[in-house]
């Protein structure tokens, strides 16, 4: 396998590496806060990615700014549109993504017409030199991401598939066999954002799929309390992914490095013990 | 049996949510299951027969004609109930979702005609019927939603961007994501994931099959050229289906070139054929910055006011089947007024594209154009713009 950046782990051996160690660390689950890439601006979504890092990230899900994103609700939706009229642009935010990736795997979060209007392989190298270990595409799924799962794995980046509460059987097995760095699970049927509690059915949503596949399996979509992220790691989560609340407070707070820094280390204290 | 298409070329495919994956595969399931029933067939046909009124009467327009120097006949899918095309498609998707156990059903509108439609289809199946419309456009299109409100839906305001068309798809789609188990989404173009591209285009090519045996049947010949308006393109592609193998008919797709193609201002991505790429879970022509943002489109027309088009439009231009051209808003305007006084019939906005072009274009012996819908939507907007100039 060839490596863009000599001496570079392989993006899939860093991620496999965060979740290890995590739990070697005997912790319920690893950490994963989103930045939207370029909210409020670029200089301070690099300084909230940093606050991550410093308060207990174990990887960052770094988000890219799109004009029409479809998974996503309000909070990250108006975040992105804000990030946009503040002039980021991809390679903008995967500058963002360099600093940040010398301290914590960064899994980039893209939709697919920014891969597409690049082309793959660009943008794939692109990826791989800016030091990301991941990436996520939440409008690609399996039947349409052959080339993608082509490129990244060529690079040794983990194309990291989504499976929701409404994936059957069947495919759940096909994006388990094909999960790369981790699998994300959707904790419930809808877009991001808060939610009052945790969907009833998560548990049994993570045990269906960790049943299909070998890597270690991350919920998000809908966490926004330090409870919730204890409550879907005793679901059996390896992985909590935290967006929406962070994406809030750094659209909201006088000084958003200091106030996800705060909000993030509620979330890493309540991952902290073991699983009783 | 033949498969419903998920791509046509390169373009289609479906760039979606995971958790629209499953729905996509139950819609496409019951389609290929109801195509070709014969008991779905006869009800739709029964209600297209009596509820909506087709076939729609194929019209010489007989001083337009003298104008052009040539036979014009319109296709009047503007004398349907509703006064639009898209009361096909709505009807036949809301029979489908009725077919598949799903009670609640959303749609999008830009000029509120397929609102409008969807609404209807939905008082009359019994249906609770969710309406995403930019508040542009419902400042745009009172009379429509007035209409929408009077047939018991609910119409959701969409604040998202420049409060048009796009932000009302997307926010369709969201709503979707979220209630996919019991809702069944009534696009109303021939856009979107896989199968509605194939979906939509099998419900609007009564059109065209209507079209082809009327002029064939008052003429003996078929048409030099066949004009449509093109917004994503559901008149359009339902016209030209029919005719596809014919190949001594010309195919002509009219686009949204509101303010010129130049200025940026405009609804056409297929003219301007700029890089592809996806929007709304398909993949073709797109209107877009370099970096990948999808652009908000400018048109008069709110219909036609959308920076996306169907994927199948998209390859039927690779291919060189169909032509795609724009017209501003300035030469659509002009169009809507002299059609207006020629013939005593008001067109869309959105058709008056379609006219626009074959009134500037003068050639052939015999024009078949596609007048999707009536203009009284239109008035105030119009006249508005009629006045100002």
């Known amino acids: 396998m060839e490596r863009a950046v000599t001496g570079a782990i392989p993006g899939v051996e860093r991620i496999a590496e965060a979740f290890s160690s995590a739990r070697a660390d005997g912790r319920r689950a690893a950490l994963m806060p989103y930045l939207m890439g370029g909210f409020p601006d670029l200089a301070t979504s690099a300084e909230i990615g940093l606050a991550y890092a410093r308060a207990g990230a174990d990887l960052v899900e770094l988000g890219v700014p799109f004009s029409d994103p479809l998974a996503d609700g309000p909070v990250i939706h108006a975040a992105g549109s804000a990030a946009l009229r503040a002039g980021a642009t991809l390679p903008g935010v995967l500058e963002v993504g360099r600093a940040l990736a010398e301290r914590v795997p960064v899994v980039v979060m893209c939709y697919a017409n920014l891969i597409v209007t690049r082309g793959l392989e660009r943008f794939a190298d692109a990826l791989v030199d800016s030091g990301a270990s991941g990436l996520i595409v939440p409008d690609l799924p399996v039947e349409e991401s052959e080339q993608a799962l082509a490129a990244c794995d060529e690079r040794g980046l983990a194309l990291v598939p989504l499976a929701a509460p409404t994936t059957p059987e069947q495919r759940l097995a096909r994006i388990g066999a094909q999960a790369r760095g981790f699998l994300y699970a959707v904790s419930l049927t809808g877009t991001t954002g808060e939610r009052g509690r945790l969907d009833q059915g998560l548990a049994t949503v993570l045990a269906r799929v960790a049943r299909h596949t070998a890597v270690p399996v991350a919920v998000g979509f809908g966490i926004g309390t330090p409870e919730q992220a204890a409550a879907a790691a005793a679901a059996g989560a390896d992985g909590v992914i935290v967006g929406s609340r962070l994406v809030r407070a750094a659209g909201e707070a006088a000084d958003p490095a200091a106030a996800v820094s705060e909000l993030l280390r509620g979330f890493a204290s309540a991952l902290a013990g073991p699983l009783s | ?389």
């Open chain 2, 1 to 389: 049996m033949t498969a419903v298409e998920h791509r046509f070329g390169p373009y289609g495919g479906q760039y979606v949510p995971e958790t629209l994956m499953p729905g996509l595969a139950e819609l496409e399931a019951a389609w290929l299951a109801v195509r070709d029933d014969r008991g779905f067939k006869d009800e739709l046909d029964a209600l297209l027969r009596d509820y909506v009124g087709r076939p729609s009467p194929l019209y010489l327009a007989a001083r337009l004609s003298k104008d052009l120097g040539h036979p014009v006949y319109l296709k009047r899918e503007d004398l349907n109930h509703t006064g639009a095309h898209k009361i096909n498609n709505a009807l036949g998707q809301a029979l489908l979702a009725k077919r598949i156990g799903k009670r609640r059903i959303i749609a999008e509108t830009g000029a509120g005609q397929h609102g409008v439609a969807a609404a209807t289809a939905c008082a009359l199946l019994d249906l609770e019927c969710v309406v995403y419309m930019g508040t542009e456009d419902m400042r745009r299109q009172k009379p429509n939603v007035e209409r929408m409100g009077l047939l018991g839906a609910h119409v959701e305001p969409v604040e998202a961007g420049v409060r048009t068309l796009k932000e009302a798809v997307s926010a369709a789609i969201r709503d979707w994501v979220t209630n996919v188990e019991s809702t069944h989404y009534i696009i109303g173009s021939c856009v979107g994931p896989a199968p509605y591209p194939a979906l939509v285009r099998d419900l609007q090519r009564v059109i065209g099959d209507e079209a082809r045996a009327q002029i064939l049947e008052r003429t003996g010949r078929l048409p030099d050229r066949l004009i449509a308006c093109v917004g994503g393109g559901s008149n359009a592609i339902g016209m030209f289906v029919p005719f596809l193998d014919d190949h001594d008919v010309q195919l002509i797709g009219v686009e949204a070139g509101g303010e010129g193609l130049d200025s940026g201002r405009h609804g056409a991505p297929l003219t301007a054929a700029g890089l592809p790429g996806v929007l709304h879970g398909a993949f073709s022509a797109v209107i877009q910055d370099e970096d990948g943002q999808i652009l908000e489109a400018h048109s008069i027309s709110a219909g036609l006011d959308y920076p996306g088009s169907g994927p199948e439009h998209a390859w039927l231009r690779d291919l060189g089947r169909a032509r795609y051209v724009a017209v501003s808003d300035r030469e659509a305007l002009d169009a809507f007024a002299r059609v207006a006084r020629l013939e005593g019939i008001i067109p869309a906005l959105e058709s008056a594209h379609a006219l626009a072009w074959a009134l500037s274009n003068p050639a052939g012996e015999l024009d078949l154009i596609c007048l999707s819908g009536r203009g009284d939507k239109d008035l105030a907007e119009a006249l508005a713009e009629l006045e100002r100039s």
